[in-house]
T-cell receptor, first 111, second 118 residues
């Protein structure tokens, strides 16, 4: 079953611009994670934010989590063509259970 | 970081045949592995949870007699697609949970297996 919904479904930007993707989920969570997937390839783990955290940074990535609104956002700053990929949020209800993925946002960064 | 492998990376088979996909945790023990399916331009859908030494738990709508899962050791889970048909063509991805990071539920994903049924 699908837990999260990302928006936008597709995003096209120019190199150097920032990209913001949003994710909403339906039930309480243990933590929320963001993954990247290049076309036809496997998943790359980007960042994990725990349910008691509100913001986390990793390089050019910034993730926020608002558990009261059941939503998260992923910001990629100074985007590059290599950031072109699909981005998924994934949540789990409790530790040890399966990750449930959102529908994803397809990001296209043109040079 | 922990590594999960899948074999084969891609497979083409004829309709009606069975295909086995292996998922291995290479440098850690995984009591639980998960199997996902991804159709083109769609997200990953959880198919089943594979527990070492016990029967797998399947998600609603996933036929357990068609997608046989065996998790015989702490490092290996297999998914067998029986009597495959063209509609089973998809990207199958497994993930494994590292026992030492249970509190963070960090899961490690395999690179995926692309199945094409002719």
């Amino acid at each position: 079953s699908q837990q999260g919904e990302e928006d936008p479904q597709a995003l096209s930007i120019q190199e150097g611009e920032n990209a913001t993707m949003n994710c909403s989920y339906k039930t309480s969570i243990n933590n929320l994670q963001w993954y990247r997937q290049n076309s036809g390839r496997g998943l790359v783990h980007l960042i994990l934010i725990r349910s008691n955290e509100r913001e986390k940074h990793s390089g050019r990535l910034r993730v926020t989590l608002d558990t009261s609104k059941k939503s998260s956002s992923l910001l990629i700053t100074a985007s590059r063509a290599a950031d072109t990929a699909s981005y998924f949020c994934a949540t789990d209800r409790q530790a040890g259970t399966a990750l449930i993925f959102g529908k994803g946002t397809t990001l296209s960064v043109s040079s | 970081g922990a590594v999960v492998s899948q074999h084969p990376s891609w497979v083409i088979c004829k309709s009606g045949t069975s295909v086995k996909i292996e998922c291995r945790s290479l440098d850690f023990q995984a009591t639980t592995m998960f199997w996902y399916r991804q159709f083109p331009k769609q997200s990953l859908m959880l198919m089943a949870t594979s527990n070492e030494g016990s029967k797998a738990t399947y998600e609603q709508g996933v036929e357990k007699d068609k997608f046989l899962i065996n998790h015989a050791s702490l490092t290996l889970s297999t998914l067998t697609v029986t009597s495959a048909h063209p509609e089973d063509s998809s990207f199958y991805i497994c993930s494994a949970r590292d026992l030492t990071t249970v509190s963070y539920n960090e899961q490690f994903f395999g690179p995926g297996t692309r199945l094409t049924v002719l």
